[in-house]
């Protein structure tokens, strides 16, 4: 089973977006959830896996490139991949939300419970990852001297180091301008996708398997990380808006 950011990291990233949503974006998404928090949401999409009835949806979380693509031949495999992926299934989401009002409430929500968690999943650099490791679940390392693998350690051990609650973390990481968090969302979700295959590239040189991996390489890459987690919050922030807002 292939999970993104772990319980911690998607809360960060819906607690960020819901502090940038518009009054009105906030009033129409509190309809469809019936006033509860959005981040209570944020892990439903990875919760249902174990439901026989979502096993389609398990291919929607990640997608797989070979290594060494340039944008342009990234942007060619996105148009050549598979209906049922992070990609195509996000872009299928989008479009159905933009014309929610046709669409029954439970499917509404279950639309809304998806799309928060998958723009997360693209902003986990393993889930945008190699077929041949699995993004990076067959890559074996050490963490402070325990067995684990690249995708687990990106997916929560490295957040959970830091020793935040998600709240916290949210409010640690977003105390830029306006300015600054312009430039967090320029772009398209395709150039968004870009940008966390070029870090899942760099997270791919950071370690060779079977090394032991602690203190020097969260000071090396929890730039990344952060860097990342907010990005996901600030598109996320801008996708509801554009939706709902």
Known sequence: MVWAWGTTGHRVVVEIANNHLTNKAKRQISKIIDNQPLVYWANWSDFIKSNPAYKESDSWHYLNFPAGLSREAFQKELENSTDANLYKR???????????????????????????????????????????????????????????????????????????????????LDYHDKKYNQTLVEGTFEDWLYDTYLKSELIYESAKPGEQLSYVYNYQYVSVLEEQLLKGGHRLAKILNSIFG
């Not at 679940?137 to 929560?156: A, Q, R, Y």
């Open 90 to 172: 996000t872009l299928k989401i989008i479009e159905d939300l933009k014309n929610h009002k046709n669409l029954p409430l439970e499917q509404k929500r279950e639309n809304l419970y998806y799309l928060i968690h998958l723009l997360g999943d693209s902003h986990q650099p393993l889930h945008v990852g190699r077929a041949e490791d699995l993004g990076g679940n067959k890559f074996i390392v050490e963490w402070f001297k325990t067995p684990t693998n690249l995708h687990s350690l990106w997916d929560s051990k490295l957040i959970d180091f830091q020793m935040y609650s998600y709240s916290e973390y949210a409010y640690v």
